[in-house]
């Protein structure tokens, strides 16, 4: 009793949780303040101003780089540090960290005070033997955003989640875990908003209030507490933030924007010959094609079955010309078979994963029993970026990483199997988590070594930093209403969480979806980032024409708009790979201060970029939509009507009608539809504009193959837009290292009433345009209360309405 009593007052063990006790010594270097603690050790490192982390150990800490960091600790020491009596004090720019002494714990403030985020009193952070865990109050007003590739609402707050990279098809509306683990939550109070990543690739757990309304926590059955904190209060803060430490989207090619098709599988190669030309026959827009396992010869990765591909390259130049790009799918999984080159290889380097006694490892997946390349080998990747090297000669553009959770048949991959760690040798425990982020990586790097041209990955498996090397489609969903939800959802919470390159199989995998359902869907792809319709083995049909010529009819046109879009999403692109912000966005990272942003109904609409707004239909059945509109007025680009925002409205959505609206001050490029991207130059970018009383829109284009725009060969064009009695349109091109081609700039203003006068004066001179002349003047769309003016491009022009 006495005992129990002593182990409670000193909160150190408790039932077998031990604390971490108090703080009994510390020092300051130039990295970090260290804490010796009565029951473990401590570490803060100030990063900057708002960014900490903060690190726990029982005995000492482990020198295992990150694979999730990639951003070195830089000199900072804008903070000071204080010792009192019974704390310490860290303050900076924003913050005040109050560490206390006994015990140890952690309290977050703003500078006016406000608490942000702080331990729970008592539990702290704790040990269970191999188990860590961190405990944070929870406030009756706290939600949680963001951890990755999550199903549900977007709201996490009340749910438990595991990190643990899992193949689950056919999953439910709230199923998990799933294939991606992104260990990073966003917490947000009264509006103002904090980021937590937990870089642990252990199993880990976020407990965000289920079963308890005192505590939060956060914690991985082995490994270290580490974790950073992020200060807000702006959620755009927190992801440039935690972006900067794990990494940007790279620039994608620009084919990788347009339509995808995928299904398992297409073969022999006539099939997808006789398919590209279909697309092209019907006038449906179309980039790439993909082939499923069924290419390869017995599932053996870097191989072709000769009978279905006889002369790969035969076929990638056939496409080619059609104007299509061609992925393979790669999976991890490398057949034990001892007269398959890439096996014999693997075993002679030592590559793949072991048995702790050297035994090679083997797992059942589709080529049967086989060999995994053990990624965190640095010998591995390289090889592995070598062996797909084959594939680029014979002209595939891309890879798409499967079954690199990594799955095996029965779920199980030992535990103890062997990894090489990049050198830090550990087991599947350690490394389940980031096999598929070690894969893309050894993926990307082999084409950077061997192309000079982009190509694009794509993965189902992941951990945070994956960002940096591929794209992110949402698995094995199912043709259901429920998972057409999903598709508007997960990309959402994944964007929140630093993948902004994602998608979901359009139409559903699993399924036949109804026409309805298949249309809404392709509407929701068309503002998704990764657009691609994909389909299991043994379905029906699922390809834009399998639903009768009304539906293909409205597919097309759908598809036709995302490809009018491409300026302007290669720009979100560029965006994102500069900030880390996403491309598709919830409402409430827009407008963070609207309550009604947060609402469940609001969550079925996005944002694409800063002003456009997307009201995708997620149901087969619903005529009407009821849509929010945020602060600001807002243009409806079906009507061309006025909304004022701040208010639900609601409209009749006919099954070929996508909700779209522009933000006053909002500027949009796009250009005319091709059958695929760089058909043909378009000599013609078309700027759309809703002119407010002051805003303003660059452009980034670049040749959007080549990693030439690295050593700065793009263009960039600015639009400059003021309005009070006159409208004035400035055009600039303040940096052009690249020939965009283009000879005109189209706009297309909007404008409420007829207008008297437009000039446009460039350095040569001064023109006043006369109305219905295009070539000379202008157009005035009564209807859609639109001008339509053409001017030359390459040369800075302003434009004057009145
Ligand atoms: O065990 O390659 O999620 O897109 O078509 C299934 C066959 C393996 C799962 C992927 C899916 C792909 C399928 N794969």
């Keep these: 009793m006495i005992a129990i009593m002593i182990?409670?007052?000193?909160?150190?063990?408790?039932?077998?949780?031990?604390?971490?006790?108090?703080?009994?010594?510390?020092?300051?270097?130039?990295?970090?303040?260290?804490?010796?603690?009565?029951?473990?050790?401590?570490?803060?490192?100030?990063?900057?101003?708002?960014?900490?982390?903060?690190?726990?150990?029982?005995?000492?800490?482990?020198?295992v780089p990150s694979y999730a960091v990639i951003k070195t600790q830089e000199k900072w020491s804008d903070f000071t540090f204080q010792e009192y009596e019974d704390h310490f004090l860290l303050s900076d720019h924003f913050l005040t960290i109050r560490v206390t002494k006994s015990p140890c714990r952690i309290r977050i403030s703003d500078k006016q005070g406000r608490i942000i985020n702080q331990d729970d009193d008592f539990l702290g952070v704790a040990f269970d033997e191999d188990e860590v865990r961190c405990f944070k109050t929870l406030y009756p007003n706290e939600n949680f955003y963001g951890l990755g590739e999550k199903t549900g609402e977007l709201n996490k707050r009340g749910n438990h989640y595991t990190m643990w990279n899992t193949d689950f098809p056919a999953y439910s509306f709230t199923h998990d875990p799933l294939y991606v683990s992104i260990p990073f939550l966003i917490g947000i109070r009264d509006q103002q908003a904090y980021g937590i990543f937990f870089d642990n690739t252990y199993k880990s757990t976020f407990n965000l209030g289920a079963g308890s309304s005192r505590f939060y926590w956060f914690g991985a059955e082995?490994?270290?507490?580490?974790?950073?904190?992020?200060?807000?209060?702006?959620?755009?803060?927190?992801?440039?933030?935690?972006?900067?430490?794990?990494?940007?989207?790279?620039?994608?090619?620009?084919?990788?924007?347009?339509?995808?098709?995928?299904?398992?599988?297409?073969?022999?190669?006539?099939t997808v010959t006789a398919l590209a030309a279909k697309f092209r026959q019907r006038n449906i827009p179309c980039d790439v094609l993909y082939l499923d396992i069924h290419y390869m010869d017995g599932y053996r990765v870097f191989t072709w079955d000769p009978l279905r591909f006889p002369d790969p390259k035969k076929l990638t130049d056939e496409l080619a010309d059609q104007g299509f790009k061609l992925i393979t799918i790669i999976d991890p999984g490398v057949k034990a078979d001892s007269h398959y080159t890439a096996a014999k290889e693997g075993l002679e380097q030592?590559?793949?994963?072991?048995?702790?006694?050297?035994?090679?490892?083997?797992?059942?997946?589709?080529?049967?029993?086989?060999?995994?390349?053990?990624?965190?080998?640095?010998?591995?990747?390289?090889?592995?970026?070598?062996?797909?090297?084959?594939?680029?000669?014979?002209?595939?553009?891309?890879?798409?990483?499967?079954?690199?959770?990594?799955?095996v048949w029965g779920q199980s991959f030992p535990d103890m199997v062997r990894f090489n760690g990049n050198g830090y040798p550990t087991n599947h425990k350690q490394i389940h988590n980031v096999y598929g982020l070690e894969m893309a990586r050894a993926t990307m790097d082999g084409i950077r070594k061997h192309s000079q041209q982009r190509h694009l990955v794509v993965t189902r498996a992941?951990?945070?930093?994956?960002?940096?090397?591929?794209?992110?489609?949402?698995?094995?969903?199912?043709?259901?209403?429920?998972?057409?939800?999903?598709?508007?959802?997960?990309?959402?919470?994944?964007?929140?969480?630093?993948?902004?390159?994602?998608?979901?199989?359009?139409?559903?995998?699993?399924?036949?979806?109804?026409?309805?359902?298949?249309?809404?869907?392709m509407q929701l792809g068309v503002f998704t980032p990764f657009f691609r319709g994909h389909s299991a083995v043994n379905q029906q049909d699922k390809e834009p024409w399998a639903f009768g010529d009304y539906i293909e009819d409205i597919v097309r046109r759908t598809i036709l708009m995302r490809y009018n879009y491409i300026p302007f999403l290669y720009n979100e692109f560029h965006q994102s790979h500069l900030t880390g912000l996403p491309i598709m966005r919830p409402l409430f990272l827009n407008f963070q201060y609207d309550p009604e942003c947060y609402t469940s109904k609001a969550q079925y609409q996005f944002m694409v970029g800063?002003?456009?707004?997307?009201?995708?239909?997620?149901?087969?059945?619903?005529?009407?939509?009821?849509?929010?509109?945020?602060?600001?007025?807002?243009?409806?680009?079906?009507?061309?009507?006025?909304?004022?925002?701040?208010?639900?409205?609601?409209?009749?959505?006919?099954?070929d009608k996508i909700p779209l609206f522009l933000k006053a001050g909002g500027i949009i490029a796009r250009q005319s539809s091709q059958n695929y991207i760089g058909e043909r130059k378009l000599d013609t970018l078309e700027f759309h504009i809703y002119p407010a009383s002051a805003s303003d829109y660059e452009l980034y284009q670049d040749d959007g193959q080549s990693y030439a725009y690295e050593n700065g060969t793009y263009s960039l064009t600015r639009i400059k837009v003021e309005q009070n009695k006159t409208t004035t349109i400035q055009v600039t091109e303040p940096y052009h290292q690249y020939d965009t081609g283009r000879k005109y700039y189209q706009f297309n203003v909007f404008y409420a009433q007829s207008p008297h006068r437009i000039t446009v004066k460039n350095n040569q001179n001064s023109v006043v345009l006369r109305e219905d002349d295009l070539k000379q003047g202008f157009r005035y769309d009564s209807r859609s209360r639109v001008i339509c003016l053409t001017i030359p491009a390459g040369q800075d022009s302003e434009i004057q309405i009145r």
């Excluded at 108090?22 to 303040?33: A, E, F, P, R």
């Excluded at 580490?226 to 702006?234: T, V």
């Excluded at 456009?612 to 600001?632: C, D, M, Q, R």
């Design 610 to 655: 800063e002003n456009l707004l997307v009201a995708p239909v997620v149901s087969e059945k619903e005529n009407f939509k009821e849509i929010y509109l945020p602060e600001g007025q807002w243009l409806d680009l079906n009507s061309f009507k006025v909304y004022p925002g701040n208010q639900w409205i609601s409209q009749a959505v006919p099954l």
């Design 350 to 407: 030592n590559l793949f994963a072991t048995y702790p006694d050297g035994e090679v490892y083997q797992g059942e997946v589709w080529p049967s029993w086989a060999y995994f390349p053990d990624f965190t080998n640095p010998a591995t990747r390289d090889w592995w970026g070598n062996k797909l090297n084959g594939l680029i000669q014979q002209g595939v553009d891309g890879f798409w990483n499967d079954m690199n959770e990594p799955a």
């Design 462 to 521: 992941g951990y945070a930093g994956i960002q940096r090397y591929a794209a992110v489609w949402t698995g094995d969903n199912v043709s259901s209403e429920d998972h057409l939800r999903l598709a508007c959802l997960m990309p959402q919470g994944m964007g929140l969480s630093g993948l902004a390159y994602t998608g979901s199989d359009v139409g559903g995998f699993i399924g036949v979806p109804s026409p309805a359902l298949y249309v809404r869907w």
């Design 7 to 63: 182990g409670l007052m000193s909160a150190e063990c408790v039932w077998g949780f031990e604390y971490t006790g108090s703080v009994t010594s510390w020092q300051k270097t130039d990295q970090y303040i260290e804490f010796n603690l009565s029951n473990g050790l401590f570490r803060l490192y100030p990063l900057e101003s708002g960014v900490y982390r903060f690190r726990y150990a029982r005995k000492s800490f482990s020198s």
């Design 222 to 270: 082995k490994g270290e507490m580490d974790y950073y904190f992020i200060y807000g209060p702006e959620i755009k803060t927190i992801i440039k933030s935690y972006t900067n430490l794990t990494g940007k989207i790279p620039m994608p090619p620009m084919w990788a924007l347009g339509y995808q098709q995928s299904k398992w599988s297409y073969y022999p190669d006539e």
